[in-house]
């Protein structure tokens, strides 16, 4: 039950925590990965991989890029999930400022960089 804003705040971290989770296992299983063949893409322990996959966040910036990049998603599908489920970092993460979409008239700006607030 929850009786504060606190106990709101964790719930809602656990929510989106476990959403982060579906979208990266879903990706593996959309790749064909096993647990452990993703995990070793990564360069991370599968047990690592699979709280991940249960809910438990990355810490750090490049904990969440080597996820990327062993699953093969494009930066823009990334930085999507990542946007979709930011509240699971509980406000330590920093986003940078949407893109300009190809097509709509403006220069492409440079890559986003992805920041966790006190980590790397």
């Known amino acids: 039950m929850i009786c504060n804003q606190h106990d709101l705040s964790l719930a809602s971290r656990q929510i989106w925590g476990?959403?982060?989770?579906?979208?990266?296992?879903k990706g593996r299983?959309?790749?064909?990965?096993?647990?452990e063949q993703a995990a070793r893409?990564?360069?991370m322990e599968p047990s690592a991989w699979v709280a991940?996959?249960?809910g438990q966040v990355p810490e750090t910036a490049e904990r969440l890029r080597s996820m990327?990049?062993?699953l093969e998603f494009s930066e823009v599908q990334f930085a999507n999930v990542i946007r979709l489920c930011r509240d699971a970092w509980g406000?330590?993460?920093?986003?940078?400022?949407?893109r300009p979409v190809r097509g709509a008239g403006l220069?492409?700006?440079?890559?986003?960089t992805l920041t966790l607030r006190g980590r790397g």
């Open 41 to 43: 893409l990564a360069c």
């Open 107 to 112: 220069n492409y700006s440079k890559p986003h």
């Open 68 to 70: 990327a990049r062993a």
């Open 52 to 54: 991940c996959e249960d």
């Open 18 to 25: 476990r959403m982060f989770g579906l979208f990266i296992q």
């Open 29 to 35: 299983e959309k790749k064909g990965y096993s647990v």
């Open 91 to 98: 406000g330590n993460l920093v986003l940078p400022p949407p």
